[in-house]
């Protein structure tokens, strides 16, 4: 089936510094990727997505860029915050479902 | 801002039991899901319903597991008889159409098969 792999298991950076999470997919017809948070013992709540007929969306501190050609798609967040801390999860739309990454725990450290 | 209800956040039960899992979407919202999560891992879709049909499941939607959204009411999953590997968190999520829509995701159920 189709998969979608989310390469930090953990990123751990320093606060104000920037986090990269990168995220491939592989079903050549996927056009919708959104990101969630979760933070601890919560739900998952939705941050960004981007579609595919767009290749960079920004909404404040956070930036998604999309390669098509790559099959890659990434999550940037500028200039980090204690709150920023949580697991994010990638997903592509496929087939009527999400197909989910495997999460990134994002630490941040003073 | 609208939300996903689940009823109940917590639910004990014994091995071979049934148990019923509530989910009261958002109102205008046509589409429905179940996610399972096991110990803060990874996401994994189970079902997805629409207009009253499952739409897509996973080969984690076992036998015993069913789904059903009568007359309007709540959004349920049911599992009958438990196993022990039940055991995890259960989301429930609705959307308004079933593509490039991001899903609203409840609170989730702690199910614990004893």
């Known amino acids: 089936g189709e998969k979608v792999e989310q390469h930090e298991s953990t990123l751990s950076v320093r606060e104000g510094d920037s986090a990269v999470i990168n995220c491939t997919y592989t079903d050549t017809a996927s056009s919708y990727f959104p990101w969630y948070k979760q933070e601890a013992g919560k739900s998952l709540h939705f941050v960004i997505d981007?579609?595919?007929n767009v290749d960079r969306k920004q909404s404040q501190r956070l930036i998604v860029l999309l390669d098509k050609k790559a099959k890659r798609f990434s999550l940037h967040i500028t200039a980090t915050q204690p709150e920023d801390s949580a697991i994010y999860f990638c997903?592509?739309?496929?087939?009527?479902?999400?197909?989910w990454g495997s999460g990134t725990k994002l630490i941040i450290k003073p | 801002g609208p939300k996903v209800l689940q009823i109940p956040s917590h639910q004990i039960i014994d091995m071979g039991q049934m148990v019923t899992l509530n989910c009261d979407p958002v109102s205008n919202h046509l589409y429905f899901y179940w996610y399972k999560q096991i110990l803060g891992q990874q996401m994994e879709f189970l079902v997805n319903f629409y207009n009253g049909k499952v739409m897509e499941k996973s080969k984690l939607f076992k036998d015993q597991f069913s789904v059903e959204r009568p007359d309007g009411s709540y959004f349920t999953l049911k599992i009958q008889p438990t196993a022990l590997e039940d055991s995890a968190v259960y989301f429930c999520?609705?959307?308004?159409?079933?593509?490039?829509?991001?899903?609203?995701f409840g609170e989730g159920t702690r199910l614990s098969v004893l």
């Open positions: 999520a609705s959307s308004p159409g079933g593509n490039n829509q991001a899903p609203l």
């Open positions: 981007i579609r595919s």
């Open positions: 997903a592509a739309h496929s087939n009527y479902q999400l197909i």
